[in-house]
């Protein structure tokens, strides 16, 4: 009797992040990068451990003992882990949906992590952090200078700006979408306006009429993580708290809004948001 041997290749992380992000097709881009970024950083943090490359068996095996001793090896910021573990709880339900792999995964108990409510962000620090460098050589530079100017003025989301093409500049007006496809117009001033035109002046790469606004040093479009880590950049550079991120201007226009005697229903068509999104960010003020 001949003998029959599975010859399907072994399962490995790559290939199932792969097929995993072929069935989130109804996730955001940046969402879906989140949910890979996490498991790849999982992944590596358990090959340090397990002196091995990790498989998915390998996370489908973790108890609710090994997912406290992740989480109290991490030091990144309550949000980020917690984010990190919805991560791996819905990537083991895909093992389980669609390779009918089980494990200990399944029916473990996940730590609890609190994400406390930010506070404003000093207007001062939110202007450091978008103030321009001098540096008018640079076209990077320029960029960001643009970039941080229209975050500062109209709290604008990485989401959004990475969505951005040369299409959606019309005179005075941007066309913004935020991930889920929602469109709005928002206004330029001219400080905005002059910084988008002196970086396109400058980029080194065609700034096509149908192609991205915002571009990287090979000429693609910049992701919403590519557009967080500048701003991380900056913020170093500024010497400002790591509390300083790309939210806090958008929360802070909203506070604005609402001190000028904007209702909630007209700050959220601006901003792109539910009026009840808009009362989170009022009462977390």
Same mark, same amino acid.
């Not at 992740?70 to 083991?92: E, F, K, M, Q």
């Given at each position: 009797?001949?003998?029959?041997? %599975? ?27 989140? +949910?890979?970024?996490?498991? #790849?950083?999982?992944? %590596? ?30 030091? %990144? ?6 984010? #990190?573990? $919805?991560?791996?709880?819905? +990537? ?19 730590? #609890?992590?609190? $994400? ?21 050589? %640079? ?59 002196? +970086? ?43 509390? $300083?991120?790309?939210?806090?201007? #958008? ?35």
């Amino acid at each position: 009797m001949a003998d029959i041997t %599975d010859h399907r290749p072994p399962l490995t992380i790559t290939g199932t992040l792969a097929s995993w992000a072929d069935r989130l097709r109804d996730k955001s881009r940046s969402t879906v990068e989140c +949910y890979l970024r996490d498991i #790849r950083f999982v992944a %590596d943090t358990m090959a340090s451990t397990l002196g091995r490359q990790a498989v998915p068996q390998d996370l489908m095996d973790l108890g609710t003992h090994d997912l406290a001793a992740l989480v109290a090896c991490w030091r %990144d910021a309550p949000s980020t882990c917690r984010r #990190r573990l $919805v991560s791996i709880r819905r +990537y083991g339900l895909m093992l389980a949906n669609t390779c009918g792999m089980t494990g200990p995964l399944l029916h473990a108990g996940f730590p #609890r992590i609190d $994400v406390r409510t930010e506070g404003p962000v000093l207007e001062a620090d939110l202007l450091a952090l978008a103030a321009p460098t001098g540096n008018r050589m %640079d076209w990077t530079v320029l960029r960001d200078d643009a970039i941080l100017t229209l975050v500062m003025e109209r709290g604008l989301t990485t989401g959004e700006l990475n969505l951005i093409d040369c299409r959606h500049l019309t005179g005075p007006l941007l066309l913004v979408r935020n991930p889920s496809g929602k469109a709005r117009f928002v206004e330029l001033s001219a400080k905005a306006a002059e910084g988008i035109d002196a +970086y396109r002046s400058r980029c080194p790469y065609p700034v096509a009429s149908e192609g991205a606004l915002w571009l990287n040093t090979l000429g693609g479009r910049m992701s919403p993580r590519s557009l967080q880590l500048m701003i991380r950049r900056r913020r170093a550079l500024a010497h400002l708290s790591p509390g $300083v991120v790309a939210g806090s201007f #958008r929360r802070h226009r909203i506070r604005s809004l609402a001190a000028s005697g904007m209702p909630p229903d007209r700050i959220a068509r601006q901003m792109g948001i539910g009026a009840g999104t808009v009362l989170v960010h009022l009462a977390a003020g």
